[in-house]
């Protein structure tokens, strides 16, 4: 049952960076002088922007979860799921927010990247 669990770490991979990479929009017009001022200005528009901290807390605690699942799971399945499925889900949540997908090259590496999950899957099992 742990695949099931790196599938829902992928979903929270995978789902939250189209909107990490939203919420972070904005970042760009923070202008401070000096460098450690400027990190210091960017990091406050991180933490205090909703739109950017409920996702990526979202996001860590996939991380946790991950961390946590790992001790009960063989690496050579673990690690190829989560990774893999992680791409899917980022690219079909873009897809939801309006993003486009611009090549059928994308459709076709989306279905190898399901078969080669499959195949791992069904190997272990």
């Not at 699942?69 to 309006?98: C, D, K, R, Y």
Request: net charge positive; glycine share 8%; with cysteine.
């Amino acid at each position: 049952m742990s695949a099931g669990w790196f599938i829902v770490v992928a979903a929270m991979w995978g789902a939250t960076n189209p909107f990490i990479k939203k919420g972070s929009s904005g970042i760009e017009n923070v202008k401070e002088d000096g460098k450690v001022r400027q990190f210091l200005m960017e990091l406050k528009f991180l933490i205090t922007n909703w739109k950017y901290i409920v996702p990526f807390l979202v996001n860590q605690c996939g991380s946790v979860l991950y961390y946590l699942t790992l001790a009960s799971a063989e690496l050579s399945v673990a690690v190829p799921i989560t990774n893999s499925l992680t791409f899917l889900f980022t690219i079909i949540s873009g897809w939801f927010l309006g993003d486009k997908i611009r090549h059928w090259e994308t459709y076709v590496g989306m279905l190898l990247v399901l078969a080669g999950v499959a195949l791992c899957v069904s190997d272990k099992i």
